[in-house]
């Protein structure tokens, strides 16, 4: 299994980044699938959950401004990130569950400055 996150980058306050997690080895429509973020200093914090059914949840520093979905022909899990604020700087991991079993993927690091 591997989980691949792609399209961390430096982006401008009040711009937009979508980050994509490549599933390999499992489906991901079949597991939570969740985006978490460490910033330095910090803990884990999970970010926002897309749930086999489909259903959504997100933590209340993103609600409203990011965006996670799931193309499940491609095996894709994206999250979309709109008017992004310095905060948002973070590793950003994707993560699957179901039942016992955990996946994390690598991270990738987005980082919003001027």
């Known amino acids: 299994v591997e989980l691949e996150e792609r399209g961390g980058g430096l982006v401008r306050p009040g711009g937009s980044r979508r980050l994509s997690c490549v599933v390999f080895?499992?489906?991901?429509?079949?597991?939570?699938m969740n985006w978490y973020r460490q910033s330095p200093g910090k803990q884990r914090e999970l970010v926002a959950t897309?749930?086999?059914?489909?259903?959504?949840d997100y933590s209340e520093p993103v609600k409203d401004r990011f965006t996670v979905s799931r193309d499940d022909p491609k095996n894709i899990v994206y999250l979309q990130m709109n008017n992004l604020i310095p905060d948002d700087t973070a590793v950003y991991y994707c993560?699957?569950?179901?039942?016992?079993?955990?996946?994390w993927g690598q991270g990738t690091q987005v980082t919003v400055s001027w």
């Open positions: 080895g499992l489906i991901s429509r079949d597991h939570y």
């Open positions: 993560h699957a569950r179901r039942g016992k079993n955990t996946y």
């Open positions: 897309i749930a086999p059914d489909e259903t959504t």
